[in-house]
């Protein structure tokens, strides 16, 4: 199956703080990735949409500000938590279709993020 | 929005015994995907499917994509121990373009 790398997997950091998540398909290009955050015993909840060379999607709720997303190639999509907060601290997943005929989705690792 | 309504939410079962969980949905789906999810980690893809009632294997593992396309089962043979995990599944509609639709997960715990 494809590769999806992320990147780093755990992060700790201070309240206020910004905090860059990568995510990159290592063996496939990706025009578009999603970003995901799962809390403690519960399903995944898509962020948003990631859409190289244009604006990332945003799912209703989600703050566009607060979480920042590039796409600038299309093999690497980043997420920024901007001034983060210990209510931010999650699992954040990012995935990514190869795309063709089968549009399987294949997922990263997952970051921890720990603000506090 | 969508939902898809997985179930059971959680198993335990003794080593050796089969498995089955599935998924259903209010709206038609064109492409069911099952992931199983060990804690820390990313959901690994374990079955695609892709037509109305298609059966797929992978080893022990047995997916089905529902007639209606509202619905589909996966089923475990003969469990080990390293199948504990969290179960998805996730539906993609035919006007959703790329975006997935997960169920809630199904906790499986085997007891040796």
């Known amino acids: 199956g494809a590769v999806v790398s992320q990147h780093p997997s755990r992060v700790i950091c201070k309240s206020g703080t910004s905090v860059k998540i990568e995510c990159r398909s290592l063996?496939?290009?990706?025009?578009?990735m999603f970003w995901y955050r799962q809390f403690p015993k519960q399903s995944l909840m898509l962020m948003a949409t990631?859409?190289?060379?244009?604006?990332?999607?945003?799912e209703q709720g989600v703050e566009k500000d607060k979480f920042l997303i590039n796409h600038a190639s299309l093999t690497l999509s980043t997420l920024t938590v901007t001034s983060a907060h210990p209510e931010d601290s999650s699992f954040y997943i990012c995935s990514a279709t190869p795309g063709g005929l089968h549009t399987e989705a294949f997922f990263g690792q997952g970051t921890r993020l720990t603000v506090v | 929005g969508q939902q898809l309504n997985q179930s059971p939410q959680s198993m335990f079962i003794q080593e050796g015994e089969d498995v089955s969980m599935n998924c259903t949905s209010s709206s038609i789906f064109n492409t069911w995907l099952w992931y199983k999810q060990d804690p820390g980690e990313g959901p690994v893809l374990l079955i695609a499917?892709?037509?109305?009632?298609e059966l797929t294997s992978n080893g022990r593992l047995t997916a089905q994509f529902g007639i209606t396309r509202k619905d589909s089962f996966l089923n475990i043979s003969a469990s080990i121990p390293s199948d504990v995990g969290i179960y998805f599944c996730?539906?993609?509609?035919?006007?959703?373009?790329?975006?997935?639709?997960f169920g809630q997960g199904t906790r499986l715990t085997i007891n040796p």
């Open positions: 499917l892709y037509k109305a009632g």
């Open positions: 990631s859409n190289e060379g244009s604006k990332a999607t945003y």
């Open positions: 063996d496939f290009q990706a025009t578009t």
């Open positions: 996730a539906g993609r509609s035919p006007e959703g373009a790329q975006k997935l639709v």
